[in-house]
Protein backbone atom coordinates (compact mmCIF):
# COMPACT_ATOMS: atom_id res chain seq x y z
CA UNK A 1 0.00 0.00 0.00
CA UNK A 2 1.27 3.54 -0.34
CA UNK A 3 0.88 4.22 2.75
CA UNK A 4 2.99 1.26 4.26
CA UNK A 5 5.87 2.51 1.68
CA UNK A 6 5.50 5.94 2.55
CA UNK A 7 5.71 4.68 6.29
CA UNK A 8 8.94 2.92 5.35
CA UNK A 9 10.01 6.30 3.68
CA UNK A 10 9.61 7.91 6.94
CA UNK A 11 11.01 5.45 9.11
CA UNK A 12 14.47 5.34 6.75
CA UNK A 13 14.93 9.05 6.78
CA UNK A 14 14.33 9.06 10.88
CA UNK A 15 17.02 6.88 11.19
CA UNK A 16 19.21 8.75 8.97
CA UNK A 17 19.13 12.04 10.69
CA UNK A 18 19.06 9.90 13.75
CA UNK A 19 22.84 9.16 12.34
CA UNK A 20 23.53 12.41 11.80
CA UNK A 21 22.65 13.43 14.93
CA UNK A 22 24.77 11.34 16.85
CA UNK A 23 27.41 12.19 14.72
CA UNK A 24 26.99 15.45 15.49
CA UNK A 25 26.76 15.23 18.80
CA UNK A 26 30.55 12.96 18.98
CA UNK A 27 31.73 16.38 17.23
CA UNK A 28 30.27 17.97 19.79
CA UNK A 29 31.90 16.40 22.48
CA UNK A 30 35.39 16.55 20.44
CA UNK A 31 35.24 20.01 19.86
CA UNK A 32 34.76 20.22 24.02
CA UNK A 33 37.50 17.89 24.28
CA UNK A 34 40.06 19.85 22.27
CA UNK A 35 38.74 23.30 23.88
CA UNK A 36 39.60 21.36 27.58
CA UNK A 37 43.23 21.30 26.58
CA UNK A 38 43.62 24.17 24.64
CA UNK A 39 42.36 26.21 28.12
CA UNK A 40 44.87 23.86 30.37
CA UNK A 41 47.40 25.11 27.94
CA UNK A 42 46.46 28.39 27.65
CA UNK A 43 46.51 28.51 31.42
CA UNK A 44 49.76 27.19 31.73
CA UNK A 45 51.47 30.18 29.46
CA UNK A 46 49.88 32.65 31.03
CA UNK A 47 51.50 31.10 34.60
CA UNK A 48 54.97 31.19 32.44
CA UNK A 49 55.14 34.19 31.43
CA UNK A 50 53.83 35.55 34.93
CA UNK A 51 56.77 33.91 36.39
CA UNK A 52 58.89 35.46 33.03
CA UNK A 53 58.04 39.02 33.78
CA UNK A 54 59.41 38.77 37.04
CA UNK A 55 62.98 37.67 35.82
CA UNK A 56 65.83 39.87 36.19
CA UNK A 57 67.12 40.97 32.90
CA UNK A 58 70.10 38.53 33.30
CA UNK A 59 68.57 35.57 34.39
CA UNK A 60 69.45 32.75 32.48
CA UNK A 61 66.32 31.07 30.32
CA UNK A 62 66.69 27.94 28.51
CA UNK A 63 64.32 26.23 25.69
CA UNK A 64 63.63 22.77 26.12
CA UNK A 65 63.92 21.61 22.41
CA UNK A 66 64.02 17.68 22.42
CA UNK A 67 66.90 16.47 24.32
CA UNK A 68 68.38 19.77 24.42
CA UNK A 69 67.86 22.62 26.75
CA UNK A 70 68.96 25.65 24.43
CA UNK A 71 70.17 28.74 26.40
CA UNK A 72 67.18 31.75 25.20
CA UNK A 73 67.26 35.29 25.46
CA UNK A 74 64.94 36.64 28.06
CA UNK A 75 63.08 38.68 25.56
CA UNK A 76 63.25 36.53 23.08
CA UNK A 77 60.81 33.80 25.62
CA UNK A 78 58.89 36.39 26.41
CA UNK A 79 57.89 36.78 22.46
CA UNK A 80 57.80 33.16 22.23
CA UNK A 81 55.20 32.85 25.45
CA UNK A 82 53.42 35.71 24.35
CA UNK A 83 52.99 34.00 20.83
CA UNK A 84 52.03 31.14 21.78
CA UNK A 85 49.35 32.57 24.20
CA UNK A 86 48.01 34.61 21.24
CA UNK A 87 47.66 31.65 19.27
CA UNK A 88 45.94 29.54 21.94
CA UNK A 89 43.19 32.28 22.26
CA UNK A 90 42.44 32.24 18.43
CA UNK A 91 42.46 28.40 18.39
CA UNK A 92 40.09 28.54 21.15
CA UNK A 93 37.94 31.36 19.41
CA UNK A 94 38.05 28.98 16.26
CA UNK A 95 37.00 26.54 18.25
CA UNK A 96 33.99 28.56 20.08
CA UNK A 97 32.81 29.38 16.46
CA UNK A 98 32.65 25.67 15.45
CA UNK A 99 30.93 24.49 18.30
CA UNK A 100 28.06 27.15 18.19
CA UNK A 101 27.77 26.08 14.46
CA UNK A 102 27.20 22.08 15.86
CA UNK A 103 24.85 22.97 18.25
CA UNK A 104 23.02 25.32 15.66
CA UNK A 105 22.95 22.21 13.50
CA UNK A 106 22.76 19.35 16.15
CA UNK A 107 19.51 21.59 17.38
CA UNK A 108 17.42 21.76 14.15
CA UNK A 109 18.32 18.23 13.21
CA UNK A 110 16.18 17.41 16.56
CA UNK A 111 13.66 19.19 15.10
CA UNK A 112 13.44 17.94 11.99
CA UNK A 113 13.97 14.39 13.50
CA UNK A 114 10.48 15.19 15.83
CA UNK A 115 8.74 16.26 12.72
CA UNK A 116 9.50 12.98 11.11
CA UNK A 117 8.09 11.37 14.12
CA UNK A 118 4.95 13.18 14.40
CA UNK A 119 4.04 12.34 10.76
CA UNK A 120 5.00 8.80 11.09
CA UNK A 121 2.71 8.53 14.43
CA UNK A 122 -0.21 10.62 12.41
CA UNK A 123 0.53 8.26 9.49
CA UNK A 124 -0.04 5.41 11.72
CA UNK A 125 -2.87 6.74 13.20
CA UNK A 126 -4.53 7.20 10.05
CA UNK A 127 -3.30 3.71 8.86
CA UNK A 128 -5.05 2.26 12.31
CA UNK A 129 -7.68 3.36 11.98
CA UNK A 130 -8.63 3.02 8.00
CA UNK B 1 -1.69 20.05 59.54
CA UNK B 2 -4.82 19.71 59.19
CA UNK B 3 -6.19 21.72 55.58
CA UNK B 4 -9.80 22.99 56.10
CA UNK B 5 -10.92 23.45 52.46
CA UNK B 6 -14.01 25.17 53.97
CA UNK B 7 -12.18 27.85 55.22
CA UNK B 8 -8.98 28.27 53.31
CA UNK B 9 -8.46 26.83 49.47
CA UNK B 10 -5.58 24.51 49.81
CA UNK B 11 -4.01 22.11 47.42
CA UNK B 12 -2.37 18.66 48.62
CA UNK B 13 0.32 17.42 46.38
CA UNK B 14 1.53 14.47 47.84
CA UNK B 15 5.75 14.47 47.50
CA UNK B 16 5.70 11.10 45.72
CA UNK B 17 3.85 13.20 42.64
CA UNK B 18 6.48 16.02 42.65
CA UNK B 19 9.62 14.04 43.10
CA UNK B 20 8.96 10.69 42.76
CA UNK B 21 10.98 8.12 45.14
CA UNK B 22 12.70 7.02 42.36
CA UNK B 23 13.80 9.66 40.41
CA UNK B 24 15.12 11.26 43.27
CA UNK B 25 17.29 8.58 44.32
CA UNK B 26 18.38 8.66 40.67
CA UNK B 27 19.14 11.77 40.89
CA UNK B 28 20.72 11.41 44.14
CA UNK B 29 23.11 9.16 43.01
CA UNK B 30 23.94 11.17 40.10
CA UNK B 31 25.07 14.00 42.22
CA UNK B 32 26.71 11.45 44.53
CA UNK B 33 28.79 10.46 41.66
CA UNK B 34 29.53 14.10 40.79
CA UNK B 35 30.48 14.21 44.02
CA UNK B 36 33.09 11.25 43.96
CA UNK B 37 34.53 13.19 40.89
CA UNK B 38 34.98 16.05 42.23
CA UNK B 39 36.34 14.46 45.64
CA UNK B 40 38.97 12.63 43.63
CA UNK B 41 39.83 15.89 42.09
CA UNK B 42 40.23 17.06 45.69
CA UNK B 43 42.74 14.67 46.22
CA UNK B 44 44.51 14.84 43.23
CA UNK B 45 45.12 18.77 44.34
CA UNK B 46 46.04 18.42 47.75
CA UNK B 47 48.68 16.00 46.30
CA UNK B 48 49.83 18.63 44.59
CA UNK B 49 50.51 20.60 47.27
CA UNK B 50 51.80 18.21 49.92
CA UNK B 51 54.62 17.71 47.17
CA UNK B 52 55.18 21.28 46.84
CA UNK B 53 55.80 21.80 50.34
CA UNK B 54 58.48 19.13 50.42
CA UNK B 55 59.98 20.49 47.53
CA UNK B 56 60.18 24.04 49.15
CA UNK B 57 61.56 21.98 52.13
CA UNK B 58 64.22 20.17 49.94
CA UNK B 59 65.63 23.49 48.00
CA UNK B 60 65.71 25.12 51.46
CA UNK B 61 67.85 22.82 52.67
CA UNK B 62 70.07 22.33 49.86
CA UNK B 63 71.85 24.90 49.82
CA UNK B 64 73.01 24.57 53.17
CA UNK B 65 75.92 22.31 52.15
CA UNK B 66 78.46 23.11 49.25
CA UNK B 67 77.84 19.63 47.98
CA UNK B 68 75.80 16.38 48.86
CA UNK B 69 76.91 12.41 48.75
CA UNK B 70 74.06 11.40 47.39
CA UNK B 71 73.36 8.05 45.29
CA UNK B 72 72.38 8.58 41.34
CA UNK B 73 69.60 6.64 39.99
CA UNK B 74 71.37 5.31 37.08
CA UNK B 75 68.61 3.88 34.55
CA UNK B 76 65.72 2.09 36.09
CA UNK B 77 67.04 -0.30 38.76
CA UNK B 78 70.36 1.25 39.27
CA UNK B 79 72.18 3.64 41.84
CA UNK B 80 75.42 4.99 42.21
CA UNK B 81 77.11 6.95 44.30
CA UNK B 82 77.40 10.49 43.61
CA UNK B 83 77.62 14.30 44.65
CA UNK B 84 75.41 16.71 44.44
CA UNK B 85 77.45 20.08 43.37
CA UNK B 86 76.16 23.74 42.85
CA UNK B 87 73.64 23.57 45.52
CA UNK B 88 72.48 27.11 44.82
CA UNK B 89 71.69 26.75 41.36
CA UNK B 90 68.23 25.37 39.96
CA UNK B 91 66.95 25.22 37.01
CA UNK B 92 63.07 25.76 37.27
CA UNK B 93 60.58 24.37 34.69
CA UNK B 94 58.27 27.56 34.04
CA UNK B 95 55.67 25.66 32.14
CA UNK B 96 55.94 26.30 28.63
CA UNK B 97 59.50 23.88 28.00
CA UNK B 98 60.93 27.33 29.47
CA UNK B 99 64.06 26.80 32.03
CA UNK B 100 65.01 29.15 34.21
CA UNK B 101 68.42 29.53 36.42
CA UNK B 102 67.19 30.19 39.33
CA UNK B 103 69.09 30.41 43.19
CA UNK B 104 67.78 28.68 45.98
CA UNK B 105 65.53 31.82 47.53
CA UNK B 106 64.98 32.51 44.16
CA UNK B 107 63.13 28.81 43.28
CA UNK B 108 61.23 28.47 46.68
CA UNK B 109 59.57 31.97 45.52
CA UNK B 110 58.32 30.74 42.65
CA UNK B 111 57.12 27.17 44.35
CA UNK B 112 55.11 29.40 46.97
CA UNK B 113 53.47 31.29 44.06
CA UNK B 114 52.75 28.08 42.65
CA UNK B 115 51.61 26.69 45.78
CA UNK B 116 49.18 29.82 46.19
CA UNK B 117 47.85 28.94 42.61
CA UNK B 118 46.90 25.21 43.94
CA UNK B 119 45.42 26.52 47.09
CA UNK B 120 42.94 29.26 44.98
CA UNK B 121 41.73 25.84 42.69
CA UNK B 122 41.79 23.99 46.45
CA UNK B 123 38.94 26.21 47.81
CA UNK B 124 36.74 26.74 44.71
CA UNK B 125 37.15 22.92 44.19
CA UNK B 126 35.64 22.97 47.82
CA UNK B 127 33.19 25.25 47.48
CA UNK B 128 31.53 23.03 44.27
CA UNK B 129 31.87 20.31 46.61
CA UNK B 130 29.78 21.90 48.90
CA UNK B 131 27.09 22.95 47.02
CA UNK B 132 27.29 19.22 45.49
CA UNK B 133 26.81 18.15 48.66
CA UNK B 134 24.28 20.20 49.65
CA UNK B 135 21.96 18.88 46.47
CA UNK B 136 22.78 15.28 47.18
CA UNK B 137 21.30 15.84 51.15
CA UNK B 138 18.30 17.54 49.42
CA UNK B 139 17.71 14.55 46.91
CA UNK B 140 18.15 12.25 49.58
CA UNK B 141 15.35 14.02 51.90
CA UNK B 142 13.16 14.22 49.31
CA UNK B 143 13.52 10.36 48.53
CA UNK B 144 12.92 9.71 52.02
CA UNK B 145 9.84 12.00 52.24
CA UNK B 146 8.35 10.39 49.11
CA UNK B 147 8.54 7.04 50.54
CA UNK B 148 7.33 8.23 53.40
CA UNK B 149 4.08 9.48 51.88
CA UNK B 150 4.70 12.48 53.17
CA UNK B 151 2.91 15.62 51.71
CA UNK B 152 2.58 18.91 50.46
CA UNK B 153 -0.33 21.11 51.87
CA UNK B 154 -0.45 24.49 50.25
CA UNK B 155 -2.93 27.16 50.93
CA UNK B 156 -3.97 30.08 49.57
CA UNK B 157 -3.29 32.91 52.41
CA UNK B 158 -6.76 34.75 53.01
CA UNK B 159 -6.14 38.06 55.07
CA UNK B 160 -9.19 37.70 56.97
CA UNK B 161 -10.89 41.66 57.72
CA UNK B 162 -9.64 42.41 60.97
CA UNK B 163 -12.86 43.74 62.53
CA UNK B 164 -11.72 44.62 65.56
CA UNK B 165 -9.43 47.17 64.21
CA UNK B 166 -12.80 48.76 62.14
CA UNK B 167 -15.75 49.45 63.53
CA UNK B 168 -17.23 49.63 60.18
CA UNK B 169 -16.51 47.38 57.39
CA UNK B 170 -18.18 46.98 54.96
CA UNK B 171 -15.93 45.76 52.44
CA UNK B 172 -13.65 43.10 54.35
CA UNK B 173 -11.48 41.91 51.65
CA UNK B 174 -10.84 45.32 50.18
CA UNK B 175 -10.47 46.71 53.35
CA UNK B 176 -8.45 45.13 55.29
CA UNK B 177 -5.58 44.58 53.03
CA UNK B 178 -2.67 45.95 54.82
CA UNK B 179 -2.93 46.64 58.26
CA UNK B 180 0.39 48.24 58.47
CA UNK B 181 -0.24 49.98 55.03
CA UNK B 182 -3.34 51.44 56.71
CA UNK B 183 -0.99 52.13 59.67
CA UNK B 184 1.45 54.09 57.16
CA UNK B 185 -1.34 55.86 55.84
CA UNK B 186 -2.75 57.09 58.92
CA UNK B 187 0.78 58.24 60.26
CA UNK B 188 0.50 60.48 56.98
CA UNK B 189 -3.08 61.66 57.73
CA UNK B 190 -2.22 62.91 60.97
CA UNK B 191 0.91 64.65 59.74
CA UNK B 192 -1.09 66.34 56.80
CA UNK B 193 -3.68 67.00 59.41
CA UNK B 194 -1.21 68.94 62.09
CA UNK B 195 0.38 70.94 58.77
CA UNK B 196 -3.69 71.74 58.05
CA UNK B 197 -4.25 72.76 61.06
CA UNK B 198 -1.38 75.02 61.32
CA UNK B 199 -3.09 76.80 58.18
CA UNK B 200 -6.18 76.45 59.38
CA UNK B 201 -6.92 80.09 59.33
CA UNK B 202 -5.70 80.76 55.58
CA UNK B 203 -8.62 79.65 53.76
CA UNK B 204 -6.15 79.58 50.39
CA UNK B 205 -3.83 78.05 52.15
CA UNK B 206 -6.15 75.31 53.06
CA UNK B 207 -7.05 74.77 49.86
CA UNK B 208 -3.39 74.69 48.26
CA UNK B 209 -3.03 72.48 50.70
CA UNK B 210 -5.67 70.48 50.06
CA UNK B 211 -4.74 70.53 46.16
CA UNK B 212 -1.57 69.17 47.49
CA UNK B 213 -2.88 66.43 49.16
CA UNK B 214 -4.93 65.50 46.79
CA UNK B 215 -1.87 65.31 44.40
CA UNK B 216 -0.63 63.00 46.69
CA UNK B 217 -3.18 61.34 47.74
CA UNK B 218 -4.24 59.88 44.98
CA UNK B 219 -1.53 57.89 44.94
CA UNK B 220 -1.35 56.79 48.65
CA UNK B 221 -2.77 59.22 51.21
CA UNK B 222 -6.50 58.56 50.77
CA UNK B 223 -7.27 59.65 54.34
CA UNK B 224 -5.32 62.97 53.52
CA UNK B 225 -7.71 63.47 50.85
CA UNK B 226 -10.58 62.44 53.23
CA UNK B 227 -8.95 64.52 56.03
CA UNK B 228 -8.45 67.15 54.31
CA UNK B 229 -11.59 67.39 52.68
CA UNK B 230 -13.90 67.13 55.63
CA UNK B 231 -11.49 70.06 56.95
CA UNK B 232 -12.09 72.20 54.20
CA UNK B 233 -15.76 71.17 54.26
CA UNK B 234 -16.03 71.88 57.78
CA UNK B 235 -14.26 75.81 57.33
CA UNK B 236 -15.30 76.60 53.78
CA UNK B 237 -18.08 75.22 51.48
CA UNK B 238 -16.90 76.79 48.45
CA UNK B 239 -13.21 75.32 48.65
CA UNK B 240 -15.69 71.78 48.56
CA UNK B 241 -16.66 72.99 45.20
CA UNK B 242 -13.50 74.08 44.10
CA UNK B 243 -11.52 70.79 44.78
CA UNK B 244 -14.72 68.88 44.08
CA UNK B 245 -14.79 65.20 44.32
CA UNK B 246 -12.26 64.17 46.95
CA UNK B 247 -14.28 66.90 49.16
CA UNK B 248 -17.32 65.95 48.04
CA UNK B 249 -16.27 62.55 48.55
CA UNK B 250 -15.77 63.52 52.61
CA UNK B 251 -19.66 64.52 53.31
CA UNK B 252 -20.47 62.26 50.84
CA UNK B 253 -19.26 59.56 53.17
CA UNK B 254 -20.75 60.87 55.88
CA UNK B 255 -24.17 61.49 54.35
CA UNK B 256 -25.11 58.86 51.65
CA UNK B 257 -23.55 55.30 51.60
CA UNK B 258 -21.84 55.69 54.95
CA UNK B 259 -25.20 55.23 56.52
CA UNK B 260 -24.08 51.62 57.27
CA UNK B 261 -21.27 52.29 57.39
CA UNK B 262 -21.95 53.67 60.41
CA UNK B 263 -18.33 55.79 58.97
CA UNK B 264 -17.34 58.09 61.59
CA UNK B 265 -15.81 60.46 59.42
CA UNK B 266 -16.47 63.44 61.66
CA UNK B 267 -13.32 63.20 63.28
CA UNK B 268 -11.64 60.34 61.99
CA UNK B 269 -9.06 60.33 58.98
CA UNK B 270 -10.73 57.65 56.84
CA UNK B 271 -8.67 55.32 55.04
CA UNK B 272 -9.83 54.58 51.98
CA UNK B 273 -8.31 51.70 50.26
CA UNK B 274 -7.70 51.27 46.63
CA UNK B 275 -11.13 51.28 45.52
CA UNK B 276 -12.38 54.06 47.61
CA UNK B 277 -9.07 55.96 46.36
CA UNK B 278 -10.45 54.77 42.67
CA UNK B 279 -13.91 56.92 43.68
CA UNK B 280 -12.03 59.36 44.43
CA UNK B 281 -10.62 59.55 41.30
CA UNK B 282 -14.07 59.56 40.12
CA UNK B 283 -14.85 62.37 41.90
CA UNK B 284 -12.04 64.45 41.23
CA UNK B 285 -13.35 64.68 37.61
CA UNK B 286 -16.41 65.54 38.42
CA UNK B 287 -16.42 68.28 40.78
CA UNK B 288 -19.42 68.68 42.20
CA UNK B 289 -20.15 71.61 44.87
CA UNK B 290 -22.63 69.08 46.57
CA UNK B 291 -20.83 65.90 47.86
CA UNK B 292 -22.67 62.87 48.08
CA UNK B 293 -22.38 62.30 43.91
CA UNK B 294 -21.61 58.92 44.49
CA UNK B 295 -22.67 57.29 47.37
CA UNK B 296 -22.33 53.70 46.13
CA UNK B 297 -19.16 54.36 45.20
CA UNK B 298 -17.76 55.82 47.73
CA UNK B 299 -16.98 53.24 50.29
CA UNK B 300 -16.42 49.94 48.52
CA UNK B 301 -13.75 49.51 50.50
CA UNK B 302 -13.36 49.68 53.45
CA UNK B 303 -12.37 52.61 55.80
CA UNK B 304 -10.36 53.34 58.64
CA UNK B 305 -10.95 56.21 60.61
CA UNK B 306 -8.22 57.80 62.26
CA UNK B 307 -8.00 61.03 64.65
CA UNK B 308 -9.05 63.88 62.60
CA UNK B 309 -7.30 65.88 64.41
CA UNK B 310 -3.38 65.11 65.24
CA UNK B 311 -3.65 66.36 68.90
CA UNK B 312 -6.41 63.90 69.41
CA UNK B 313 -5.82 59.99 70.09
CA UNK B 314 -7.26 58.43 66.90
CA UNK B 315 -8.90 55.54 69.32
CA UNK B 316 -10.09 58.83 71.27
CA UNK B 317 -11.96 59.71 68.43
CA UNK B 318 -13.42 56.79 66.87
CA UNK B 319 -15.19 55.83 70.50
CA UNK B 320 -16.01 59.46 70.43
CA UNK B 321 -17.21 59.95 67.42
CA UNK B 322 -19.14 57.26 66.35
CA UNK B 323 -22.34 58.81 65.12
CA UNK B 324 -21.37 59.59 61.66
CA UNK B 325 -23.23 63.11 61.98
CA UNK B 326 -21.54 66.10 60.07
CA UNK B 327 -22.26 67.84 62.96
CA UNK B 328 -19.94 65.83 65.10
CA UNK B 329 -17.19 65.79 62.47
CA UNK B 330 -17.62 69.82 62.53
CA UNK B 331 -17.59 70.07 65.99
CA UNK B 332 -15.08 68.28 66.50
CA UNK B 333 -12.69 70.27 63.73
CA UNK B 334 -13.64 73.67 65.12
CA UNK B 335 -11.99 71.83 68.69
Do not use: W
Amino acid sequence: MGSTAALKELQRDLENKANDLSKLQKDIAKNHQVRKKYTIQLGENELALKELDLLNEDANVYKLIGPVLVKQDLAEANANVRKRIEYISAELKRLDATLQDLEEKQNSKKEAIFKVQQRIQSLQAGKGKA
Amino acid sequence: MAENPAIKKGTVTPISSLFPAEEAHKASKRVQDTIAERQEQLDQLKGFMNENTNLINLVHKLPDELHHDIMVPFGKAAFFPGRLIHTNEFMVLLGVDHYVERTSKQTIDILKRRGKGLENQLESLKAVMQDLKAEASFFDAKASEAVDGLVEIREDYVEESPSEVLPLTNNTKDAIEDEEYTHILSRIAELEQQEEEAEKANEFNKDEQIENDLGCSTSQSFTGQEVRSSKVEAANLQSLSKDGSSRGKGPALNDSSLNNKALELAEVKEKVQAPVLATADHKVSRPSSIPGSDSSKAFTGSIVEHAHDIGINSTEQQTGARSSKPVSRFKMQRK
